[in-house]
């Protein structure tokens, strides 16, 4: 199986810092990265998929990049809904597999 | 809009069988794959298993496999889980979650809010 290794696995930040997560895969999967937004209590939100196309009426604030083992999503201005947990997620192949999550908090 | 509803979820022992169901709705649920995404409490999102548009391919992952059914009816738009010999770690909100294409392809682009399996004697 491709182990998805993401980091940090929690984060503080102010409203309009800029945040970048990484998230390193185990193999080459090309661009075959999904990042979600899962906030408490509710369903996981696809933001971006093929690793740097940002979902229908995702806010353009959102941003990712990388190929192969190494990614980065990156909120260039935290907004206070954005206060969530990020996944991100392999599909190369299966079975599909998930970093471990990146709790994003306010300070 | 894309809705998907599960049900069925509880407090079962170990050991013991339990079926849910994923209801969809605001979208043709038979021109898409379909996947069972799990998350035990306080922890992070575990792939279960995917189902082809028409119910003829299905994958599994390994820690399911021979335990965990997935199925789909189009004609009434539900999706499935049948799970069998159920184990402590099986605990988990288990979502459903929609392909971004009629297969395999490993884009969840709609999921579920999710139902609570919690295995325990």
């Known amino acids: 199986d491709i182990q998805m290794t993401q980091s940090p696995s929690s984060l503080s930040a102010f409203v309009g810092d800029r945040v970048t997560i990484t998230c390193q895969a185990s193999?080459?999967?090309?661009?075959?990265l999904n990042w979600y937004q899962q906030k408490p209590g509710k369903a996981p939100k696809l933001l971006i998929y093929d690793a740097s196309k940002l979902e229908t009426v995702v806010p353009s604030r959102f941003n990712g990049s990388g190929s192969g083992t190494d990614f980065t999503f990156t909120i260039s201005s935290l907004q206070p809904e954005d206060i969530a947990t990020y996944f991100c997620?392999?599909?190369?192949?299966?079975?599909?597999?998930f970093g471990q999550g990146t709790k994003l908090e306010s300070k | 809009q894309v809705q998907l509803v599960e049900s069925g979820g509880g407090v079962v022992q170990p050991g013991r069988s339990l079926r849910f169901s994923c209801a969809a709705s605001g979208f043709t649920f038979s021109s898409y794959g379909m996947h069972w995404v799990r998350q035990a409490p306080g922890k992070g999102l575990e792939w279960v298993a995917v189902i082809s548009y028409d119910g003829t391919n299905k994958y599994y992952a390994d820690s399911v496999k021979g335990r965990f059914t997935i199925s789909r009816d189009n004609s009434k738009n539900t999706l499935y889980l049948q799970m069998n010999s159920l184990r402590a770690d099986d605990t988990a909100v288990y979502h459903c979650a929609r392909d971004l294409t009629a297969g395999s392809g490993g884009v969840l682009d709609y999921w579920g809010q999710g139902t609570l399996v919690t295995v325990s004697s």
């Open positions: 997620q392999q599909y190369d192949n299966l079975p599909y597999t």
């Open positions: 193999q080459d999967i090309s661009d075959y």
